[in-house]
């Protein structure tokens, strides 16, 4: 495995403050020469202008962010990350690669999730070289590498887990957003580690059922609404009727048999549970019959 090595590499500035006079001085004396009709040193100083131009371009620049990957014939030598105008031998080609925080979003996949539900989940992933050695030589295009490993790693992660939790305690897709996207980053990293690159963040960024079975999943979330609201309206009442018994009884307001009690209880019911106003019944005469 190739690992970076980090090299240093002389500073451009004063490699151009050098060779810049003496290319100066090679062109008068090819001039000189010329003018003297000195074949021998017109040729001379042709060879140490040539020179000067080959050494020249050993000049590069890294910017910010970037890091310049050095080669010997194919040979790695080293990477340079200091920013500004560097020198490094001719012959060494420079291969640039970015360093910068990058992010991309995966196209929307199709894929089952746990309960075998067919949903459409994508996600972005924010990742940034970290080795450049491994991402030029370990792999083929490491750019192309983080994205097709990515969109394996969203389709592995949605089969482990439903869209949503039918069970206490249950993890889904849609209901533990943190944990989900931590785990993701873990899987997506697991993958990459071997190109060089670091994954920072990684979230789904768009999570649905597939278009056939979206009204039906639906409805169902509609019914388990609807079925949530029902329970707490029905503790609720139940809550209300036994502090309303429990006070007359205290208060000694009023006193109610067996009967009484179990009918007070309904209409009580009756009244909080309605999703319509009720219409009151007025008793003008005795409690009993």
Request: aromatic residues 6%; glycine residues 6%; contains cysteine.
């Amino acid at each position: 495995m190739v690992r970076e090595l980090p090299r240093k590499a002389t500073s451009g500035l004063s490699i151009l403050v050098l060779l810049l006079p003496v290319g100066l001085f090679a062109i008068l004396g090819i001039i000189s020469a010329a003018r003297a009709n000195a074949p021998g040193r017109a040729i001379g100083f042709l060879l140490l202008f040539m020179i000067v131009l080959f050494l020249l371009a050993g000049l590069f620049t890294v910017q910010p962010g970037q890091g310049r990957v050095l080669q010997l014939f194919g040979d790695y030598k080293g990477t340079v990350r200091e920013d500004g105008l560097r020198w490094a031998n001719p012959f060494l080609t420079k291969k640039t690669v970015s360093l910068r925080v990058r992010n991309f979003e995966t196209t929307k996949l199709k894929v089952n999730d746990h309960n075998s539900n067919p949903i459409e989940i994508a996600a972005v992933v924010v990742w940034q070289v970290t080795d450049t050695a491994e991402a030029l030589f370990e792999v083929d295009n490491y750019e192309d590498y983080v994205r097709v490993q990515s969109e394996s790693a969203v389709r592995g992660l949605a089969n482990q887990y439903p869209y949503d939790a039918h069970e206490e305690g249950q993890m889904s897709l849609s209901t533990n957003t943190q944990d989900i996207a931590d785990k993701l980053k873990g899987e997506i990293q697991d993958r990459l580690a071997k190109a060089g690159v670091k994954v920072l963040e990684a979230r789904i960024s768009h999570l649905a059922y597939a278009p056939e079975i979206a009204g039906v999943m639906l409805r169902r979330q509609q019914a388990s609404a609807v079925i949530a609201a029902r329970q707490k309206i029905v503790d609720g009442a139940v809550g209300m009727v036994e502090s309303a018994l429990e006070q007359l009884s205290q208060k000694q307001i009023v006193h109610l048999d067996e009967e009484r009690k179990a009918a007070m209880v309904s209409n009580l019911l009756v009244v909080l549970c309605s999703e319509q106003a009720t219409q009151p019944v007025v008793n003008a005469g005795t409690l009993y019959p």
